[in-house]
């Protein structure tokens, strides 16, 4: 069991803490904010803050992080100036396994492409105190669930799908890799109070619905930013109904729609998985202050008096959802997709139906999925699209595999992958994809944006339930409605499959001979990190020049992006992953996805310098070289999706000075700040209209860069004419300190060597 000691302490001192809270605002409390208040690093005297509004200091318990951001965050770490990570930590080799054939050969195929990067994190892993899960070992918000997460503690991690640890009644939140420096060095994080939204659950999920579409449903109401600087808390007599991973599913997902993070409060359901997980001591110290672990009665009895809202979701009334395409929150019942389809000129010829990934890969979301596939093996149906799962760990996979699981989706023609993300990351080497023919394929995983899967932008991805997935790749028909449509088997019956059985956890135990995990030395001060310098993956950092010291007039536009620019937009996944540790062969993938306001077109801007178009990243190398600083025009949710933090430092280490857009992901505004950009909102959002491909512009006021004052820019045109607008930005002090030292990780080291 890990971190046993630490959870006792933590158990011992929340009661009193809580209380000094409670005296001193007066009030009851969310179980969120007890939580937050609970690791403040500042005394528990201090203010009530206010949400949306008041900076706050935490101190996390600890840090995760995956073998895709985990290289540029410990490449950081290793300019702090630190001998050992302050706080328990973990790197998990997840992301760089390419699903093709299936898990052994896949794994192997990773253990012998990526050995470098895996040596690396393995070493500085070891040198530095982190615990290092290998690859194949799961993905990591599962092996977290799994091994760490405990109810009322707090985490941060390099992934947006950290909120899944929020199922074990955990605050776990999404952070780019500069945050994670931070608290590895021991410093405090910083985080805007969260506002909070609390969902009420009554009813019982039954038959086709599941914990999925409880997400799903959510998502359609709030859409990809509704939840956006909140916290999403779930309560309700409803809750008790959803086991432990069924709550993680929600949680999880609740980065699609912008929340902060998502947590449901401890009750028997996590009980009985920390149990099922080996942590009965846990459960132990836990139940002793269980109280304390759920929102105050208050709170569930008049929650608008303690929410900033508060929606209502009957798990009785739910239906099955699908969500798609290209985005997570385009909420469909299955009783509609017909009529959708139909509409909106979908292809209704399912490819492909996947299944797994970290949101829904748990013991009992196999068991429901089988349970599909076995009524179909017995009645003589077989799948008229391809089928993929993806365990969760090797946990989940070698329970699975003694439970007789696998051998059923074998016999369906199904394909197994390794524990790792594969397809939900664009790590899927799909054949024919390079065609971009328009089709059409079902999966569990969370995000559908274009290209994301399979690098085809026709592809279109829509979100549902492992069961549905599994259901629909059987009948091949998106339309298909399990609830009462037939499929013809073989022999020509008509069949209705029976609604989806499954088992919370195995009732056998789970079962696992090696989980994967390396622990690290005992002191790690004689061991070398090594790079070669000619490598082609890892490249190891040097600071970044503060930007106030430059000129910032006449500062060149390099692309006003159109529409939904997502991170994936920005820094695209899929192949691009293996240069994750190497900062300036990753840049070559900077904007390459967003598309041109000015001529509708994807990686083509026009350089200033020449008048000629060419691909983004050229430009911006072309300004850098001739010391011509750009700014990025964007929409509304610019960022929104992965907390990929090369998504700013590619632009950063570029020459790209600011970013100013309608609205802010809130990871990404928070990326930029770390790495010495400025991150802006136009204070008219209609300002955002104005520019023009040829614009220039002058930031006239930045010597009084100050919080709560808006920044004045001018926008220059080759006509002379000129337009002056005011654009808000949500700097604090401290985080002015980081624009002005030209990084946080800058102001760190510097605060080291004093």
Not at 309 to 338: C, W, Y
Request: charged share 25%.
């Amino acid at each position: 069991m890990f971190d046993l000691e630490m959870i006792k302490k933590y158990y011992q001192l929340m009661p009193d803490r809580i209380h000094s809270i409670k005296k001193k605002l007066g009030r009851p409390l969310t179980l969120s904010e007890k939580i937050l208040y609970c690791h403040l690093n500042s005394d528990l005297s201090s203010k009530d803050y206010l949400r949306g509004v008041s900076y706050v200091d935490f101190n996390p318990d600890r840090v995760a992080m995956q073998d895709a951001t985990a290289q540029m965050a410990l490449l950081q770490f290793m300019m702090a100036g630190k001998d050992r990570v302050a706080v328990p930590s973990t790197v998990h080799c997840d992301h760089l396994i390419q699903a093709k054939n299936d898990a052994q050969n896949d794994l192997s195929s990773a253990l012998d492409t990526n050995h470098e990067v895996y040596r690396f994190l393995e070493s500085v892993s070891n040198k530095y105190g982190i615990g290092f899960w290998k690859p194949g070992a799961g993905i990591i918000h599962q092996v977290i669930l799994e091994n760490y997460a405990f109810p009322g503690g707090m985490m941060i991690g390099t992934d947006s799908h950290t909120v899944n640890a929020g199922g074990l009644g955990m605050i776990a939140i999404g952070v780019g890799g500069a945050d994670a420096v931070d608290v590895m060095a021991g410093m405090p994080w910083e985080l805007k109070f969260p506002k909070l939204i609390g969902v009420k659950l009554s009813g019982e999920l039954s038959g086709w619905t599941s914990a999925k579409d409880v997400i799903l449903k959510l998502a359609g109401i709030l859409t990809v930013k509704g939840g956006t600087g909140s916290i999403i808390e779930y309560f309700g007599e409803g809750t008790k109904t959803l086991s432990c991973t069924g709550k993680g599913t929600i949680c999880n997902m609740g980065a699609e729609i912008g929340a902060t993070t998502s947590i449901f409060g401890y009750d028997e359901k996590m009980e009985e998985y920390l149990k099922a997980t080996g942590r009965e001591e846990i459960v132990g110290y836990a139940n002793n202050i269980a109280e304390h672990l759920v929102s105050d009665k208050a709170v569930t009895d008049n929650p608008k008096d303690f929410y900033d809202q508060v929606i209502e979701i009957n798990l009785s009334d739910l239906e099955p959802h699908l969500n798609g395409p290209f985005t997570p929150d385009r909420a469909t019942p299955i009783s509609k997709m017909r009529d959708e389809a139909k509409k909106n000129d979908w292809p209704t010829d399912v490819q492909v139906g996947l299944i797994g990934s970290c949101t829904n890969s748990s013991y009992e979301d196999i068991s429901r999925s089988v349970s599909i596939a076995k009524q179909a093996n017995k009645l003589g149906l077989s799948t008229n699209a391809e089928f993929t799962i993806t365990p969760g760990s090797e946990q989940v996979r070698q329970t699975i595999e003694r439970d007789g699981f696998i051998e059923e989706f074998n016999a369906l023609g199904a394909k197994v992958f390794a524990n790792a993300c594969g397809p939900c990351i664009g790590q899927w080497s799909r054949d024919g994809a390079e065609k971009e023919d328009k089709n059409t394929i079902v999966h569990s995983f969370n995000r559908n944006f274009a290209k994301r899967a399979d690098g085809n932008p026709n592809t279109h991805a829509f979100v549902g339930s492992p069961e549905l997935v599994t259901a629909i790749a059987i009948s091949g028909d998106l339309t298909f409605n399990p609830l009462v449509d037939f499929i013809t088997n073989k022999n020509g019956e008509k069949i209705l499959l029976d609604p989806p059985q499954g088992f919370e956890l195995p009732g056998d135990g789970f079962t696992v001979d090696n989980l994967g995990y390396l622990p690290p030395a005992d002191n790690g001060k004689s061991l070398e990190v090594k790079i070669e310098p000619e490598s082609e993956r890892l490249q190891l950092l040097k600071p970044f020049s503060p930007l106030k010291e430059m000129n910032f007039h006449n500062v060149s536009l390099l692309i006003k992006t159109k529409g939904k620019c997502t991170t994936d937009h920005i820094s695209m996944a899929g192949p691009w992953l293996k240069y994750r540790g190497h900062l300036d062969n990753i840049s070559n993938n900077m904007l390459t996805g967003a598309v041109n306001f000015f001529n509708g077109k994807v990686n083509s801007v026009k350089n200033q310098l020449n008048g000629k178009y060419d691909a983004v990243p050229n430009v911006q190398r072309d300004y850098k070289f001739n010391n011509v600083l750009s700014i990025v025009i964007g929409d509304e949710n610019y960022g929104e999706g992965s907390s990929r933090e090369h998504a700013a430092m590619e632009p950063r280490f570029l020459g790209v000075m600011a970013v100013l857009v309608r609205s802010f992901a809130r990871i990404h505004e928070t990326n930029l700040k770390k790495q010495g950009m400025l991150a802006l909102t136009f204070k008219n959002k209609s300002d955002y209209d104005l520019i023009q491909e040829d614009d220039v512009f002058d930031f006239i006021d930045l010597d009084q860069f100050e919080e709560g004052k808006p920044l004045t820019i001018v926008i220059k045109r080759n006509d002379k004419t000129s337009d002056q607008i005011l654009c808000n930005h949500t700097y604090n002090q401290s985080q002015i300190e980081w624009f002005n030292a030209g990084s946080a990780l800058n102001l760190i080291r510097s605060q080291e060597s004093k």
